[in-house]
């Protein structure tokens, strides 16, 4: 992402709308009972997708914080439902 075109993408970007989507995937998936590889992968990825564009923007941690959706009231029951209920070690490892 070096060069003018690089920082053009990266400040068109709106990082307020891609955290919710990430939140929201996360969310989805991390309810499901039975989890197969490709959502396995998608929730690594999105993990390190969100602490990058909160790592880029500081701002962006109050979306973070103020999260809820249809699946979770709110941002500690997503939290805890990857720390302890998810079925994958490595989902576990990663929301730690």
């Given amino acids: 992402m070096e060069g003018p075109l690089g ?3 990266i400040e068109e970007i709106d990082y307020k ?10 969310s989805q998936i991390i ?6 590889l490709e959502d396995k992968l998608i929730i690594e990825n999105a993990l390190s997708l ?3 564009c909160i ?4 701002e962006l941690l109050e979306i973070f914080y ?4 249809e699946t ?5 029951d997503l939290l805890l439902a990857g720390l302890l209920l ?11």
């Fill in 50 to 52: 969100l602490l990058s």
């Fill in 66 to 69: 103020r999260f809820n959706s």
């Fill in 86 to 96: 998810c079925p994958q070690e490595k989902i576990r490892e990663e929301f730690k």
């Fill in 72 to 76: 979770f009231s709110e941002l500690g």
């Fill in 55 to 58: 790592l880029h923007k500081n």
């Fill in 7 to 9: 920082v053009q993408i």
């Fill in 31 to 36: 309810k499901k009972p039975q989890m197969i």
């Fill in 17 to 26: 709308i891609v955290v919710q989507r990430i939140l929201t995937i996360i």
